[in-house]
């Protein structure tokens, strides 16, 4: 991943703070309004990933099927929490942060309450 990856990120980021109210940007802790307001900044978005990929290793790194790769895609593009940028080709959850890679962890499953998918294993 080069410096374009991060670039594009934080524009996004930029981008959705921008579109945010005025009382929302009254807070200047970060990390705790990210977590309020149910957005995902680059520090959550890297504890998520960590601890997907910390229980991932620990259950053997186990990897769904393209079928259910497929079947859990279709399920998050349907979600009102899904967002793809055509122009940048970056799509990820708005809930926990992260992008196709994790619909691939058998260990993974939807951040939601209840979750649209579950774990395979």
């Known amino acids: 991943m080069g410096r374009r990856f991060f670039k594009r990120y934080k524009k996004l980021e930029d981008?959705?703070?921008?579109?945010?109210?005025?009382?929302?940007?009254a807070n200047t802790d970060n990390v705790s309004s990210s977590q309020s307001e149910g957005k995902v900044g680059f520090f959550d978005l890297a504890n998520n990933l960590s601890k997907a990929l910390v229980e991932w290793q620990r259950a053997g790194r186990p990897v769904v099927s393209s079928e259910q790769w497929n079947k859990r895609?279709?399920?998050c593009r349907g979600c009102q929490h899904w967002q793809e940028i055509k122009q940048t080709k970056i799509a990820r959850c708005l809930k926990c942060g992260c992008s196709s890679g994790k619909l691939l962890l058998s260990t993974s499953k939807c951040p939601l309450d209840p979750p649209k998918w579950g774990s395979e294993l």
């Open 73 to 75: 895609l279709n399920i």
């Open 15 to 25: 981008e959705e703070s921008n579109t945010s109210s005025e009382s929302n940007n």
